[in-house]
């Protein structure tokens, strides 16, 4: 990834400093894709870029191709060649009402970096939206971002992809869908492994989507995925059930049962510093009728 580092003036931050972020997104990457995504950043200097602040308009209309060309050209005039990256951040040196946007295999950054906000939309270049969460899997509402257990969410609580997500960048393999009543044996999404890393549940409003997490809590985490709230070019978010059994917490923990009325219910029955056990039973309507 080439950042380019374009002003009108003012330096909010350092070229050092975005580096030293980069460097650490970087690490970050190797570790939650399992080694599968080496990330490389080349950052420039800050370049004399735009004769005034560019603005943060003209973001809306599925490029940002206009609102960048300046700082392109100075990238070009400072010996980078933009074409030969893979993606390409535009981090401007001013500020707007969203941190980054991404369109594309191209990203404005309008604030100071973090590795939340260049793994966030490095995970949009990638076709990932955002993480959402809600109380019910149907017509209760949802908070977007509103998945503190993954970055594409607000990534407050677990700086890591969610299993949906990793599965999607092709981190994780193909997940194991349960297909009848019976116990499951799930081991983190954490590490390269052979074994399910997610139990994915098929109902005919939705996919759900179960991973096992230690740290920083042991239990699990329950999403849904509606195909329908896809909005494109990102693949459709991942819904985070949020206090799916108690209101004090977003996990189900061991001995304690999820259900979802009509479709299923999911027992932990152990869960392992390795690994979790659970029970998965129907409930009937709601399973396809074919799988
Ligand atoms: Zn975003």
């Known amino acids: 990834m080439l950042a380019v580092l374009a002003t009108y003036g003012p330096i909010p931050y350092s070229a050092e400093e975005f580096a030293r972020v980069a460097r650490a997104s970087e690490k970050l990457v190797s570790t939650v894709s399992n080694g599968r995504l080496n990330l490389h950043f080349e950052i ?78 490095l995970g949009h270049t990638f076709g990932l939206g955002h993480a959402q969460g809600s109380t019910c899997a149907l017509r209760c509402g949802t908070e977007d971002p509103g998945d503190p257990y993954t970055i594409m969410g607000t990534g407050r609580s677990l700086m890591d992809f969610s299993a949906y997500e990793k599965f999607l960048l092709g981190w994780i393999g193909p997940q194991p869908h349960a297909s009848v009543s019976a116990n499951y044996t799930l081991v983190p999404p954490t590490a390269a492994s052979n074994r399910a890393q997610a139990l994915v549940i098929d109902t005919d409003v939705g996919q759900w989507w179960i991973e096992y997490r230690v740290r920083p809590f042991r239990g699990l985490l329950v999403r849904f995925i509606d195909e329908t709230q896809a909005a494109a070019p990102f693949a459709a978010p991942g819904v985070l059930i949020l206090h799916p059994v108690r209101a004090t917490r977003d996990w189900v923990s061991v001995t304690e049962t999820f259900r979802a009325p009509g479709m299923f219910s999911l027992r932990l029955t152990r869960a392992q510093p ?18």
């Open 44 to 121: 420039t200097p800050w370049l004399s870029a735009f004769p005034g602040a560019p603005g943060c308009g003209g973001v809306n209309n599925g490029s940002l191709d206009a609102l960048v060309a300046p700082a392109r050209s100075a990238a070009g005039i400072a010996g980078y060649n933009p074409d030969a990256f893979d993606q390409v951040m535009y981090a401007l040196a001013q500020r707007c009402g969203f941190h980054g946007v991404t369109w594309g295999q191209q990203v404005m950054l309008a604030r100071e970096p973090s590795v939340e906000l260049l793994l966030h939309e």
């Open 274 to 291: 390795g690994r979790a056990s659970l029970r998965f039973q129907w409930l009937g309507a709601r399973r396809p009728v074919t799988r």
